[in-house]
């Protein structure tokens, strides 16, 4: 079976800018769960969608949002672009509801998004 | 909030020697995962442990669950060049899920 891809990998933006990163999850998988990496925090919560809906988010702005289609392909935006944002966003797949038996995510190798 | 502590924050040792990191919290979780990540890669789940008191063994690697299922420990046993990466906690609760900062291992051969 395919891993969970992530598309780009790495990405060059402007504060002010917009971005879109995108999240192939594992197939069968509907679950699809969006994390932010930083040294200094570590990886925090953003977002999680299954089936379509979101069912949890983390405590981020609202310039980030996500949506997932009905392929379970996932989508994240963010608008308004800050130098705090520069970060390894991670995706990750799993067959059932993220807090829920068993318990389980696979990770995509992130994109790297730099904002200057 | 739910907060994770992982001690400790780094860790280097010799190959051959033995290692453990703990991963604490004020917050009982219904369950908890140990993950490695290796730079420019995404996380790599490991085990999960759901009953407290539980204990996983993977190769040389045990996990311990507490009993009152808020704390876990990760134990390496002989560590290898190949065992160094970030490693990571991360607990389930109330349809969340709260990651520890990690702990980074670097095992010198």
């Known amino acids: 079976k395919a891993g969970v891809t992530q598309t780009p990998r790495y990405l060059i933006k402007t504060r002010g800018q917009q971005v879109t990163l995108s999240c192939s999850p594992i197939?069968?998988?509907?679950?699809v769960s969006w994390y932010q990496q930083t040294p200094g925090q570590g990886l925090q919560f953003l977002f999680e969608?299954?089936?379509?809906?979101?069912?949890n988010k983390g405590n981020f702005p609202g310039r980030f949002s996500g949506r997932q289609f009905s392929n379970s392909r996932s989508e994240m935006n963010v608008s308004t672009l800050e130098l705090g944002d520069s970060a390894l966003y991670l995706c990750?797949?799993?067959?059932?509801?993220?807090?829920?038996?068993?318990?389980?995510?696979?990770f995509g190798p992130g994109t790297r998004l730099t904002v200057t | 909030t739910q907060l994770l502590e992982q001690s400790p924050q780094f860790l280097s040792i010799q190959e051959g020697e033995n290692l453990t990191v703990y991963c604490n919290s004020s917050?009982?979780?219904?369950?908890l995962q140990w993950y490695r990540q290796e730079p420019g890669e995404g996380p790599v789940l490991l085990v999960t442990v759901v009953t407290g008191g539980e204990v996983k063994k993977l190769k040389r690697l045990t996990f311990q669950f507490g009993d009152a299922r808020k704390d876990s420990s990760l134990h390496i046993t002989a560590a290898q060049p190949g065992d160094t990466g970030l490693y990571l906690c991360?607990?389930?609760?109330?349809?969340?899920?709260?990651f520890g900062i990690g702990t980074k291992l670097q095992v010198i051969p």
């Open positions: 917050s009982v979780f219904s369950s």
């Open positions: 991360a607990g389930a609760s109330y349809q969340k899920v709260t």
């Open positions: 969608y299954f089936s379509e809906t979101q069912r």
């Open positions: 990750a797949s799993s067959s059932t509801p993220l807090t829920g038996p068993p318990y389980e995510q696979y």
């Open positions: 197939s069968g998988h509907r679950s």
